[in-house]
Structures are given as structure tokens and as C-alpha cells.
């Protein structure tokens, strides 16, 4: 059983930056691909970025070049650096792990959820 608790999240303005974190209990967590989706208010859960086990990271067209997920071993957390954030990253953001690690981008592929935490852009 893996727990992932998300943090970071908050009220910023268009241009700022966040630094969202994923702290994972288990010792198999370095096993694991971890992603990060979001879900806006009446929006579909997407796919924004996914780190495999041996760190090769993947992201969605939206955040290329804006954000960069990342991982450490020794700690159990990852975390998703978000620079110039638009109105359109607002959402809820949640970390999951896929013990498969097959670095999918699909959100029925992973196993493990965080709660969530809140991210609001304003312009």
C-alpha cells in the first residue's frame, strides 16, 4: 500500500510560480512511475506530467516547457515545479502512483492518489 500526500498548492497570479510536492509512504515508491493529473470544475481529470522509476520524465503539450516534474529517491517525494502559471493551470492537482511503471499518461492506469491540492492562477 502506498499514501501520497500533496502539498504546495495555493493562490498566485499569472506569471508566478509554485513548486507542488508528493510525499509517498512505502519503501517500494523508487518502483513506481508517478505522475501528476489535474482536474478543473466541470473538467475531465488530465494528464500533466509522469516520471518513471528511472527518471525519464513525459509531458502534456499544455505545461511543456512551463513545468518540470522531478524526484527524490532518498526523501520518497516528488514534485512538479510550475513557472509562468496562466488562469488555465487553475485547478486541483493530484499525484498518483502507477506500480507498473509504465509511464502512462492515462489517469485509469494508476493505483495510488493523493487528496489533492488546490492551484488558482488569477490574471
Known amino acids: 500500500q502506498v499514501q501520497l500526500v500533496e502539498s504546495g498548492g495555493g493562490l498566485v497570479q499569472a506569471g508566478d510560480s509554485l513548486r507542488l510536492s508528493c510525499a509517498a509512504s512505502g519503501r517500494t515508491f523508487n518502483a513506481y512511475a508517478m505522475g501528476w493529473f489535474r482536474q478543473a470544475p466541470g473538467k475531465e481529470r488530465e494528464f500533466v506530467a509522469v516520471?518513471?522509476?528511472?527518471?525519464?520524465?513525459y509531458y502534456a503539450d499544455s505545461v511543456k516547457g512551463r513545468f518540470t516534474i522531478s524526484r527524490d529517491y532518498a526523501k520518497n517525494t516528488v514534485y512538479l515545479q510550475m513557472n509562468s502559471l496562466k488562469p488555465e493551470d487553475t485547478a486541483v492537482y493530484y499525484c498518483?502512483?502507477?506500480?507498473?511503471?509504465?509511464?502512462?499518461?492515462?489517469?485509469?492506469?494508476?493505483?495510488?492518489w493523493g487528496q489533492g491540492t488546490q492551484v488558482t492562477v488569477s490574471s
Open positions: 498518483a502512483a502507477d506500480r507498473w511503471n509504465s509511464g502512462s499518461t492515462r489517469f485509469s492506469e494508476y493505483d495510488y
Open positions: 516520471i518513471t522509476r528511472s527518471g525519464y520524465a
